[in-house]
């Protein structure tokens, strides 16, 4: 009989799985007892042998595990999709990322777009959450999202074939700048899904989830990952470096004080006069450069070059005319010799703002990569990212002054280069660019 | 809610001139200064759309509560309909699908499956005698069985599938499903197609499943006289 034959019990019984979640910190914190009883033991009973031992032998510290067993598990935390807001630009920077930008197949076809953009929203609510993607065939890889985000940008013909009104005038190709070496390959896109996450492994299974959704529908134009510390490598709260070995992304604006809601959403306080405003409510830009580093070049420095270059140290970031890094340069003192302090083309005192308008929130990740030449032994750099509600109020004038004059342009040159809108976040039932009618 | 007009935020501005605007001046754009943003705009139609006893907006309802309420937390005043989720579906709701997982699996014509979980809400079993959709000319109960030969196989399962009080059918590949037969239209992965669900005592519920490309095949169909053979 068929029914006797079936390959498989179909029932399960869901009570089991309604289970609470078995959550972290209990599991650390029975984790923490067990050892601590077993260092304690260790502690009284073994510490002459042990000492002995490493007197014997001539290594110090070098008997203990070399990763701390109580080292807090992450891997289960996660950052809400579903808001006003999408995720991954508020979020403090997670460890890894990698972008996506896709062609689509068509851009006159609102219904399709659509679509796909309710899959994809569906695979990033899902997986975000440490749960699987649907029909996911790797499920497990979706059980430590480790702060997994999926930020939607939309280049100009997708948002034209959704709501052809809402098209924001800054949605275009940057102007050439004399620095640009860009390659077509590495410029544009319809669609961009940035990912991010401190797990490298839930961000290759959300890349490949995203990208087998989108096969349908269009494919990748360039794929670009980078890197930051991992998370728990340095105190939290710490500027990241970048490859040249600089403190990166001092200057940002906060949340703390309100300019990031000025900056990023486009909301200026009530008395200021800025025409700063968003595409959309809640909705932002991103600009993406892929910057080139020359390593080598920059290893011809001395590290004081390397420091007037950026006009700030290497070793805290502070500005040559400071000892903190959050002091505020002063880009007026002079030394003895009545030159400025922090030099005319130094890469801060370029990109300082002229004006309140001139600010952006930097989110960038370093990538370093086997050389395509062989007289290379790198191909490093950086994947800028830029967020700002209005491209050419904010983002423009900073590149077009350092376009013009920036020591730094010496050792980086920008490869690649798109723009984005980023549309709100979406509510559940809906999707990333619901709103766009 | 969240395309609503810019909201305001109160703070002092003092940040904001933290900026020194000395020695250079604001160098030209090249772009054109003429098109400055006019203003958000003001998008329509972002309220959730709710059918009445799908069982997708129960698990909304009762799940992401609080998720959307919180989105609500920092808009200004609500405007028109949007209500976000209402009572709908509720007392009257018998299944559904737990992690709101049903989806088709997409294909150009012919038949295809449809897998998920189906959860019965209720403390009496359930019995789903049959299944309609618009998108097909009809619905069928899947099991997979072994043939003579070993080799999974897909059949119409006799009477239904029985799902006990407090338990949930999986459907997955390899095991049950529902079988749309003759379908009317392509099925492109992302859309969203409907189900009718009847009971055995001829009630009946609604679900709705996204369509999803996941690059598997459909077994292959037992042939009537194979089944009659299996099934006698
Ligand atoms: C590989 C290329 C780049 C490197 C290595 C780099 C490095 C740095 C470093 C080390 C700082 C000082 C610390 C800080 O505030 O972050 C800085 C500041 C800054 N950079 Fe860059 N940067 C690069 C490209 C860019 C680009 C393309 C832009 C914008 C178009 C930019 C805009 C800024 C801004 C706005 C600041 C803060 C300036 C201030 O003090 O007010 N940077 N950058
Ligand atoms: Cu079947």
Redesign the interface.
Known sequence: ???T????A??????M?TDPERSESNFDSKAHRDLSRRGLLLGAGGTGLAATAAAAFGFGRSTAPAIDPREPVHGTSTI?F????QAGIDTPAQAHAVLLALDLDRNDDPD?A??????LS?DAA?LTQG?PA??D?EPELAETPARLTVTFGFGPSLVRML?P??V???LRDL?HFDIDRLESDLCGGDLLLQICGDDPVSVAHARRILL??A???GAPRWIQDGFRSSRGARPRGETMRNLFGQVDETVQPRTS???R??VVW???????T??????????TSLVVRLISMDMDGWDELSRRGKESSIGRDLRVGAPLTGVHETD?PD??ETSDMGFPVIEEFAHIRRA?????E??ILRRSYNYDRPPKDTDRISDTGQLFLSYQA?V?EQF??IQ??LA?GDRLNEWTTPIGSAVFAIP??C????YIG???? | MHCGAPKQIRRDSTVFERISFKTYSYLSLPCDGKSRAQGPARPKGCNIKMKNSSCKITVLCAASLVAVTACNTDTSPQEGPDQGPTEEGGADTRIHSENDDLWVRSAGSGMTSVFGTLENLTDDDLEIVAAETPVAESVELHEIILDDDGQEAMQEIEGGFLIPADAALEMEPGGDHLMLMGLHHELPPGELVEFTLEFEDGSAETIEAIVKDDGGQDEPYESDDHGDQNDH
């Open positions: 009989m068929g029914r034959n079936r390959t498989r179909t029932i399960t019984v869901i009570r799985t809400d579903y808001g006003n807001r399709a659509r679509r796909l953009l309710r899959l569906d899902r749960r649907l029909a065939t709501s009104t809402s924001p005038h800054w102007p087998k959704d096969r349908g529908y004080d309100g300019s809601e000025f486009g909301n200026p306080p009530p008395d200021s800025s025409t700063v405003r968003p595409w959309i409510t809640d909705g505020e880009f007026e300082h703002p002229h004006a309140v001139e600010q209005d050419v423009l004038p077009q002054r013009e709100p976040g509510r559940p039932g809906g619901d709103c766009l009618t």
